[in-house]
């Protein structure tokens, strides 16, 4: 199947419907603003730097198009980002999030299995997720064993053990992928395939700062 | 340990065989099928309207003709004719069918309503009454304990495997026999095959369940081209994997490369991966081709599970010892393994017993001028080595003091020692009948160093994932 058709026969969430929902599983997300079509609010409810993004589930890769804005420090420029964002995509929601720091960057994926049904992925992440290829699936539900066997599988499990004195937590990581496993058993029947990509892992925690989820069509038996 | 009843028991150990389209024709499958099935304790009944008899058999003009009750019927018929059989065998309540036949599901769309035609027929009997069905498109079974064997390939082209604790499921029956055949060579031996065919009824689900149970199976492979439910093999397999290990040949791993790929998860996902983490995560070994499949087979089947991770190599040649080495201790093109520092004790000890030139170090190299006495010696330290798992034996025969005794020493420490053991030996005449002594002692045992250490790499993993089970 062609990209194309997938995303005709399986309906895609906007971002924040997905972080919405990754989050109420359990998986830590960046504190986020929602604007439909009102205005900017007197103050965000969270500092600076922050990124304004285009939330539409029309428009699955942002960045490609424009639709994404970082390092935005001040109110002046959040006006500029936003007024820019409803001049490009007039109508569309826009998200405004708090901008995470550096770290380990992770992916954690679902796709429903023709042969074996809802199944997690983790992956080293980023933009190079693709070219590297540095993952690992189960079925759902894993547990914690599953969730540390498979980060020890990554080529990069070293990021996570100390490697020149970066810290990032494979506790919290693991947390998220049992909140990921738990969102597969109870929905990934109706997810043809989702990534959080990338989950940027630090010392202490972990934080889901995109999220694209596709919709199953309703009884379909293809695999995504 | 008993078996407990299953309504597949009739496909493997039937009392009763009838053999529809039984033939006087040498040439025919219908006369192959019979004259093999004619060496099994069956009581055999051969079905053709116009053959008279066949073999010194009389035959029936009709499985209803048969005076007594049937548990199996073998259908050495053509495919068109395969409906009206297996209503035949509704009304005479056999218990399970055989279909042999291609030009079913596999052909197109008159095949696939012939095989909905049949499963129409099947559902019409009472759940109770109703034939188990194997295949189509199958070369049946084949239970070397009992000479119970439809495969109709001839026995004089491709000798079958002796009686062993292999079962061996195959969605290609072709394929299976082959490998059968390779490994029957070399001394590798099974208790079951059975071709899965079109999976019209009987799968390899249920066939997984079934040499579970099955007290002459001991290990499980598997080919397979596709799940017909992946959830429940998975199922299953996780019940089985801490009694038997099951080892399984997926193939057909591009075919998902050309998946919809909107998402990285779902582009990654391409080339199988996600089997690749399902088979990881029931603790299901996976092999990648045939020779593979049967070697980790002959490694779990009697070789000893393994947890430490640490491995002496014992050598007649020191550069088998380097390669070995490597190739135990390497992740990239090895098995991730440890060469296991030797006790001060130990090596003391090997300098005493061996020849001045020897290596008292781990790989430990008797060097080929050693005897069988050397090799014993050596052997003998290793297994009481405190900080020792497994070893690896590379035997050579070029020194003139050893010979086909070194086979029983190794033999006799495969069984009564501690340590688990793998041999591998390189070479022509001599060091096959040596490996295939040694294969039919129950030891494993190598044509190459390579597939030696993956051996011990899997008994290794084995163990691992045995000890990580019992502490969840």
């Known amino acids: 199947m062609k990209a194309k058709d997938l995303l005709l026969s399986c309906m895609p969430l906007a971002e924040h419907q997905v972080k919405e929902l ?84 992770a992916i954690v994926g679902l796709i429903y299995d023709s042969a074996f049904g809802p199944s997690i992925m983790l992956g080293m992440g980023g933009i190079l997720t693709e070219v590297y290829q540095d993952t690992t699936f189960r079925t759902v539900p894993i547990d914690e064993s599953d969730a540390y066997e498979m980060i020890s599988l990554l080529r990069g499990v070293r990021l996570f053990e100390g490697f020149r004195n970066i810290r990032a937590s494979k506790s919290a990581l693991v947390s998220a992928m049992l909140a990921v496993s738990r969102l597969g058993e109870e929905l990934g029947e109706h997810i043809a395939q989702t990534d959080l990509n990338p989950v940027i892992v630090y010392e202490d925690r972990c934080v889901a700062v995109d999220a694209k989820l596709l919709l199953r069509k309703r009884g379909s038996t293809e695999q995504a | 340990m008993k078996r407990t009843p299953s309504n597949l028991d009739a496909l493997f150990d039937p009392r009763t065989v009838a053999v529809l389209g039984a033939s006087r024709d040498p040439s025919k499958i219908g006369h192959l099928v019979f004259r093999y099935m004619l060496d099994s304790e069956a009581k055999l009944f051969p079905v053709n309207p116009s053959a008279g008899e066949i073999l010194g058999h009389r035959c029936y003009p009709s499985l209803g003709s048969i005076p007594e009750d049937v548990d199996m019927a073998v259908l050495a018929l053509p495919a068109s004719a395969t409906p009206q059989a297996v209503r035949e065998c509704v009304d005479k309540g056999v218990k399970a069918i055989v279909c042999l036949a291609s030009g079913f599901g596999e052909t197109g769309s008159e095949g696939k309503r012939l095989e909905e035609e049949i499963k129409k027929i099947l559902a019409s009997a009472l759940p109770e009454m109703r034939p188990r069905f194997l295949g189509p498109n199958t070369l049946g079974v084949y239970v070397p304990r009992r000479r119970i064997e439809t495969i109709f390939t001839s026995r004089e082209r491709n000798p079958r495997p002796g009686p062993g604790g292999i079962a061996f499921i195959s969605q290609s029956g072709a394929t299976a026999v082959c490998i059968m055949e390779a490994a029957a060579a070399v001394g590798v031996d099974f208790s079951a095959f059975v071709g899965i065919g079109n999976k019209l009824d009987v799968d390899e689900n249920e066939l997984l369940d079934y040499f579970a149970a099955d007290p002459e199976t001991s290990t499980i492979i598997m080919y397979l081209e596709s799940f017909k439910d992946g959830r429940a093999f998975l199922e299953s397999c996780r019940r089985i994997v801490p009694k038997k290990p099951v080892i399984v040949l997926k193939a057909g791993r591009s075919e998902s490369g050309a998946k919809a790929a909107a998402l990285h998860t779902g582009s990654l996902a391409g080339s199988d991966r996600v089997v690749d983490g399902a088979l990881m995560q029931a603790r299901v070994f996976r092999a990648y081709d045939e020779e593979e499949l049967v070697d980790l087979a002959r490694a779990l089947d009697h070789g000893r599970p393994f947890t430490g991770g640490r491995v002496a190599i014992l050598t007649t040649a020191g550069g088998m010892g380097v390669i070995a080495a490597d ?10 393994l440890k060469l296991a520092p030797l006790s001060e004790r130990g090596r003391a000890k090997l300098r005493s017993l061996l020849l001045p030139f020897a290596s008292a170090n781990n790989p430990v190299d008797v ?78 045992a190598y044509p190459s160093i390579w597939r030696g250490v993956r051996a011990i790499g899997a008994l290794h993993k084995r163990g691992v994932w045995a000890s990580a089970n019992s502490k969840r």
């Open chain 2, 327 to 336: 190739l135990l201790e390497s992740r990239d093109r090895g098995v991730g």
């Open chain 1, 22 to 105: 990754v989050q109420s599983y359990g998986v830590p997300v960046p504190r986020y603003l929602v604007l439909e079509d009102g205005g900017l609010p007197r103050r965000l409810p969270f500092p600076y730097p922050v990124v304004v993004k285009i939330s539409d589930p029309q428009i699955l890769h942002k960045s490609e198009v424009g639709g994404v804005r970082l390092d935005i420090k001040n109110r002046a420029q959040l006006e500029r980002a936003v007024s820019r964002m409803r001049q490009d995509f007039p109508g569309k929601a826009v998200l405004i999030e708090v901008q995470e720091p550096l770290g380990v960057e």
């Open chain 2, 367 to 444: 060097t080929a001028n050693a005897s069988n006495d050397h090799y014993a010696a050596a052997l003998e330290v290793l297994e009481s080595e405190p900080d020792l798992d497994a070893i690896l034996c590379v035997m050579q025969f070029q020194s003139p003091f050893v010979d086909e005794r070194l086979m029983d020493i190794v033999t006799d420490w495969f069984h009564r020692g501690e340590k688990s053991i793998v041999v591998t030996s390189i070479g022509g005449e001599l060091s096959q009948r040596a490996l295939k002594n040694l294969t039919e002692s129950g030891v494993p």
